[in-house]
């Protein structure tokens, strides 16, 4: 029983009264095992504290299990002979039999062969230790550490006590010495040449370990409620990809197009070693766990074997079955809530294996295949830049002429995922493919499967009836000719018409002739099962204000006055102040991400330059090449830039260090002279290039029309100009490749190690 005394919570004036109380719900009560108050203690008011004791059972926290992994990391040097040595002895199968069979027997051999060479990791819970310091010694002095400390539980004496504390000082010491020596051994590897892929590693640790959250162990359910339960975060995961990849935009039918009869020539060896070349290094395996490397490590014996048994799988048009079955990883958008299914985008990790058969068929396809000049995404010799160029070019003319310039950026939902699969036969027989290539990437796709990998684990296996594969070697240009064949009647040419992959620029002299684009793109996508997203569509104009811009069922398109596009934002004005700001908020932003290099009092300045020239400098200056900087843009880019150098140097304005010292001691050169060769760079690259390019046409193009009142705005042009009578060079010096780099190239200093 408790006290009166312990039950008055307000207490003025000789009255006593019980007017505060804690609040819990309904279903957390039975979690409430004593309430009262502290007589003599006030809070505020003579209202005295209440204190309750709660029994709270703490969640179990399951760590995700984690297969073992082969170590191909180590296969390089002496490592990558041994391997082959035992492959040749072990013996690849013969490639001309049943594909299961052949494919599940070659598959065994190569990953007992690299067990037995390279290892595996012990699977558990990935850390994000920095590096490792145990060893044999601390191990001793830290058991005798444990011993000492369960004697002293068992006995409580004062003598295990002592030597316990004993015990536990002569650990501390060995653990600090261990940790010192093993830092002094790695920031001496660090400044080696040859430790540049560990010095991003280290920063890409040191960066997991400061986040609060490092994966997402909750989700969201399609009604909003937070779902924590292993098993119920698996099936939301697995229902939400299991719709998004199995349902299709409604279309309108369309005549089947002729097959083309014809021969499908039998692959060569050079084509299998061209793309296995093509394939990058390093990347994340599909369930077979065979990456690019074990081919690459057999050679020539690895070219013959898959050029027979690519010849095989297209022969008898049959794909080994486990070449179906895909990983799918969300990755967060960066954007929106965590939580959402939907702000995460799915990466499928497929066989390699398929991935060089993908690179084959992608190399055929595209020498019979051309792309229109309008697209940019996925296409050799074109870049976001060059669309980024053509934008910019295009609306700086037309301000300078004093001309409205009308611009609509089209966004296609899920237009990877929602691509109606036979819309791509179609538009594949449409561009003459033989039938027999048709057939070889419809077997690729026939029957895939996928299961989503998360914090709790595998999903179970779901289909995938619709869209392409986000992963692949060879969904972009299926993609990207998909898209190019269903508006083809629409391509007006740049300027006109900008894509990069699925996004569009529309650009037009006036806003009734924008509108009437947009709704004749609207129609042809929606008639080949794509579809706008209107929440992501956004108009702009130079001249602003006007009536809003409709689609074809009356719905408003956003309107705004700065666009985010391909990286670089653009602005109605046609300035880049905008532009500017975004790009140093980019930089910091990857800054941030380095801090465990950059902030670190023990890596040197040198090293820390190093990661601010290849991680920092080129997030600011992306997209720069086109900028007609003014000297304020100059000035703000190097005040971020002397913040972020002079905060690495540990130094701050109140020392005294001038601008031209901290840059000596990072070696960077001043970022204005990096703008200036970045631009003449381009300008070389333009200048060089057929005068029927798009970005050469965007360049030389002249609006009709007369200049306003007033002094000019900048151009791009006139920035350029003044960069080459400042080097000294004329436009007929870029046409010599090699001698415009070395009269307009400006090398960040360089120490006595990079210079031999």
């Not at 992994?69 to 001309?96: H, N, S, V």
């Not at 060089?688 to 009142?709: D, F, I, Q, Y």
Request: aromatic share 8%.
């Amino acid at each position: 029983m408790k006290r009166e005394s312990q039950k008055i919570t307000y207490c003025s004036g000789g009255r006593q009264s019980e007017i505060d109380y804690i609040l819990v719900r309904r279903r957390f009560l039975k979690t409430v095992k004593n309430v009262k108050t502290i007589p003599g203690e006030e809070i505020a008011g003579q209202h005295r504290p209440v204190v309750a004791d709660v029994c709270i059972a703490l969640q179990k926290h399951t760590k995700a299990k984690r297969e073992p992994r082969i170590r191909w990391w180590k296969l390089a040097g002496e490592t990558q002979k041994t391997f082959r040595d035992k492959i040749i002895a072990a013996g690849l199968p013969e490639p001309y039999g049943h594909i299961d069979s052949v494919w599940a027997s070659a598959a065994t051999t190569i990953l007992t062969c690299a067990r037995d060479t390279l290892g595996e990791t012990k699977g558990g819970r990935r850390g994000d230790r920095a590096t490792w310091f145990w060893s044999e010694d601390v191990q001793k002095i830290v058991k005798a550490k444990k011993d000492a400390y369960k004697a002293w539980q068992k006995t409580k004496s004062l003598s295990s006590l002592a030597e316990y504390k004993l015990r536990k000082k002569e650990a501390k010491a060995a653990v600090a010495r261990a940790k010192n020596a093993v830092m002094d051994e790695l920031y001496d590897k660090l400044e080696s040449s040859q430790a540049e892929k560990h010095v991003f590693r280290l920063a890409k640790a040191r960066h997991r370990a400061s986040l609060d959250v490092t994966e997402v162990r909750a989700v969201k359910n399609e009604d909003g409620e937070v779902l924590r339960d292993p098993v119920a975060v698996k099936e939301r995961w697995r229902v939400y990809f299991e719709h998004l990849l199995n349902e299709e935009f409604p279309r309108k039918p369309k005549a089947p197009a002729e097959p083309v009869a014809g021969p499908m020539q039998p692959w060569t060896a050079d084509e299998v070693r061209k793309a296995i070349k093509k394939m990058k290094a390093g990347k994340a395996t599909g369930p077979d766990g065979i990456p690019v490397e074990a081919w690459r490590s057999l050679g020539e014996l690895g070219v013959r074997w898959l050029t027979e048994f690519f010849n095989n799988i297209t022969r008898s048009a049959k794909m080994p079955e486990a070449w179906r079955d895909s990983i799918i990883v969300p990755i967060f958008k960066r954007k929106g809530d965590a939580m959402n299914c939907t702000n995460y985008r799915g990466i499928k990790l497929i066989a390699h294996t398929m991935k060089i058969y993908e690179r084959l068929l992608d190399m055929r396809l595209r020498e019979m295949v051309e792309i229109s000049p309008d697209q940019f995404g996925f296409v050799p010799e074109r870049s976001t830049i060059d669309a980024i160029f053509i934008a910019r070019q295009l609306m700086e003319k037309y301000r300078e002429k004093n001309k409205p310039c009308h611009l609509a950026f089209l966004d296609l939902e899920k237009a990877y995922d929602r691509l109606p699969r036979t819309v791509l036969w179609e538009v594949m027989r449409e561009r003459g493919i033989p039938e027999c290539m048709v057939r070889t990437v419809q077997v690729m796709y026939d029957g895939s499967t996928a299961r989503v990998r998360t914090s709790h684990g595998m999903t179970s296996k779901f289909d995938i009836t619709v869209g392409v594969h986000q992963g692949s070697a060879l969904s972009p240009f299926l993609f990207i000719m998909t898209l190019d064949t269903v508006v083809k009647h629409l391509l007006e040419g740049p300027p006109s018409t900008l894509l990069y992959a699925d996004d569009v620029a529309l650009i037009a002299d006036s806003r009734a002739e924008l509108q009437l684009k947009i709704q004749k793109w609207q129609t042809a996508l929606a008639d080949a099962g794509f579809k706008l997203n209107l929440k992501k569509t956004e108009v702009m104009s130079s001249i602003g204000g006007g009536d809003a811009m409709l689609d074809e069922n009356g719905t408003a398109f956003t309107q705004t006055e700065e666009f985010q596009y391909l990286g670089s934002i653009l602005s109605a004005d046609g300035t880049v102040d905008a532009a500017v700001r975004g790009r140093i908020a980019c930089a910091w932003l990857k800054w941030r991400e380095s801090t465990g290099i950059l902030c670190d009092r023990r890596c040197s300045r040198v090293l820390k330059g190093k990661i601010y020239r290849t991680v920092v400098r080129p997030a600011m200056m992306y997209g720069s090449e086109c900028w007609p900087v003014t000297k304020a843009h100059e000035r703000t880019l190097n005040t971020a830039e002397m913040r972020m150098l002079r905060w690495a140097c540990g130094l701050t304005r109140r020392d005294k260090v001038c601008n031209e010292d901290i840059r000596a001691l990072m070696q960077t050169a001043p970022i204005q002279q990096k703008l200036r060769a970045q631009r003449l760079r381009w300008f070389g690259h333009v200048i060089r290039r057929s005068p029927l390019h798009p970005t050469r046409k965007a360049m030389e193009m002249e609006v009709s029309g007369k200049r306003p009142r007033g002094a000019p705005k900048k151009r791009w042009k006139d920035t350029v100009s003044k960069d080459m009578r400042e080097l000294g060079v004329t436009k007929d010096d870029a046409q010599d490749r090699d001698l415009w780099r070395r009269r307009t190239k400006t090398a960040d200093p360089a120490n006595a190690r990079d210079k031999r």
